[in-house]
């Protein structure tokens, strides 16, 4: 895994990030299986330092529930935005995590062309109906207390130039729709530090304060929606926890991501 830091902005990247946790460092490698599988095996083995480790390429990526994904291909290796960012957390609650690491990615992302990306519960960023990038959460046991900090992983792809749609569950969208000149290392230094900020800000205060900022960005609020489990209804937000709010026929279901997978009235699982 050779390192290509000197095509991505390491040193801004680390000062920024520095600020907020200083023991947090960079890593930037050209190609590996998943950086979020990588994160993972330090964790498990017992390296609990925080990293921030960027991909050109990753070629067994993965999504939530075992989906696959992948990013960078030789011809286009600068089409995909690929990181995870790692360290220990130790929040009164781990409920809505994933949403306000949505809310602060998709904050990030819009003052890039005022694209109106929104966030599809749990864990996609849309625009226009059209998944722009994805997130994945994972933790790992630091200690045996109940207390003790569990290192979180957080897993993001985020596509930078055009994606065949072949095979897709949802039709791509990419940032350079509304901002040509963007480039993944432009892209990663707008979204990582405001991240961090997010996830540091999540252990202290938990989803609350997020909320209101992920209402007004909900891609499902209002609509009707389809479960994989067979469950239709409509969709009435998230519960203070970050459950989401169905009202189905026999009364409301609140859904937990760990659960299913939702999609609206109309569109294929």
């Not at 600020?19 to 050209?30: H, K, T």
């Not at 960005?217 to 929606?225: E, P, S, T």
Request: proline fraction near 7%; aromatic fraction near 4%; glycine fraction near 8%.
């Amino acid at each position: 895994m050779a390192a290509m830091s000197q095509v991505w902005p390491v040193d801004a990247l680390q000062q920024a990030l520095a600020a907020q946790l200083p023991s947090l460092r960079v890593e930037v490698v050209d190609e590996i299986a998943s950086t979020n599988t990588e994160l993972m095996r330090r964790a498990r083995a017992g390296d609990t330092r925080a990293v921030l480790l960027v991909a050109e390429r990753q070629t067994a990526g993965r999504g939530r529930l075992g989906r696959q994904w992948e990013g960078g291909v030789p011809q286009e290796r600068a089409a995909s935005l690929m990181f995870s960012l790692s360290l220990p957390l130790a929040p009164r609650s781990w409920s809505g995590l994933s949403l306000a690491v949505g809310v602060s990615a998709a904050e990030s992302l819009d003052p890039l062309g005022n694209a109106g990306v929104q966030i599809k519960w749990p864990n996609d960023l849309w625009v226009q109906d059209r998944k722009l990038a994805g997130i994945l959460i994972e933790t790992a046991s630091t200690g045996h207390a109940t207390a003790a900090p569990r290192q979180v992983v957080i897993g993001i792809g985020i596509n930078i130039g055009p994606r065949p749609a072949d095979a897709m569950r949802t039709p791509p969208a990419w940032v350079r729709q509304w901002a040509p000149q963007a480039e993944p290392a432009s892209v990663l230094l707008a979204v990582a530090p405001a991240l961090l900020a997010e996830v540091l800000r999540f252990a202290d205060e938990g989803f609350a304060p997020v909320a209101p900022r992920f209402a007004a960005r909900d891609a499902l609020l209002g609509r009707d929606v389809h479960l994989s489990d067979g469950t239709a209804g409509r969709c009435e937000g998230v519960a203070p926890d970050g459950e989401l709010r169905i009202a189905t026929t026999a009364g409301l279901r609140l859904v937990d991501s760990a659960e299913v997978s939702v999609r609206p009235l109309g569109q294929a699982f």
